[in-house]
């Protein structure tokens, strides 16, 4: 009954090569985020999709390529990886509105690039 | 400049102990929202806590309160009686508008360590 799930939860690779993270909620959200925390835990947004429609692109590498099949699925293709990639990314949903509703996270995908 | 500041990289708090963790913010968006999240050493995200900015009552779930101050823009995380899994990194975050992108914009985080 796992509300945000990601998977995998850890994915080691070698730079050059492109790899995908899957994100699928279950809670009937209709919102869904991807953020990036760097090595000195810090966190920010990458994208946002609302109803499968992209409403967030932060500054990011055109690399990362988020694709929404429908409004529980946000999934994050990387190509090229680079050594700067290695992160945890975390996957988000929420309802949209109300604005207090909390953003729920999956459990993080640790990425290392060697 | 930063719209969530934590000025606290690292706290410690004796166990049964109350802490105050700081939190401060810019927005000039007259609605928006304030959240605690606490993220253990496994890695997960948990959420805590949320205030809005037309709330009139400071928020309180269990254990754990927000002490909001509008005017100075903050909102202060106060842990009561502290535990030992309460060690955690605490991380504050803000979302801005009724209808804006609804992303969080988060802190640099704390890092609570509960000594017995």
């Known amino acids: ?114 | 400049a930063q719209k969530i500041t934590q000025t606290q990289p690292g706290m410690f708090v004796q166990e049964k102990e109350a802490v105050t963790l700081d939190c401060t913010y810019d927005t000039s968006d007259p609605s928006y929202g304030l959240f605690w999240y606490k993220q253990p050493s496994s890695g997960e995200m948990i959420f805590l806590i949320y205030q809005g900015s037309y709330d009139q009552q400071n928020a309180t779930e269990g254990r754990y309160s927000l002490n909001f101050q509008k005017a100075r823009k903050s909102a202060n995380l106060v842990i009561s009686a502290s535990q030992l899994g309460d060690s955690a990194m605490y991380f504050c975050a803000m979302r801005e508008g009724q209808t804006g992108a609804n992303n969080l914009f988060f802190g640099t985080g704390t890092r609570l360590t509960v000594i017995p």
Request: hydrophobic share 30%; proline share 7%; glycine share 4%.
């Open chain 1, 1 to 114: 009954d796992t509300a945000v799930s990601q998977t995998p939860k850890y994915l080691v690779t070698q730079m050059g090569n492109d790899k995908s993270i899957k994100c699928e909620q279950n809670l009937g959200h209709d919102t869904m985020y991807w953020y990036k925390q760097d090595s000195k835990k810090f966190l920010k947004i990458m994208f946002s999709y609302n109803n499968k429609e992209l409403i967030i692109n932060e500054t990011v590498p055109n690399r990362f390529s988020p694709k929404s099949p429908d409004k529980a699925h946000l999934n994050l293709h990387i190509n090229s990886l680079e050594l700067g990639d290695s992160a945890v990314y975390f996957c988000a949903s929420s309802t949209r509105p109300p604005p207090n509703q909390p953003q729920h996270f999956g459990d993080g995908t640790r990425l290392s690039i060697l």
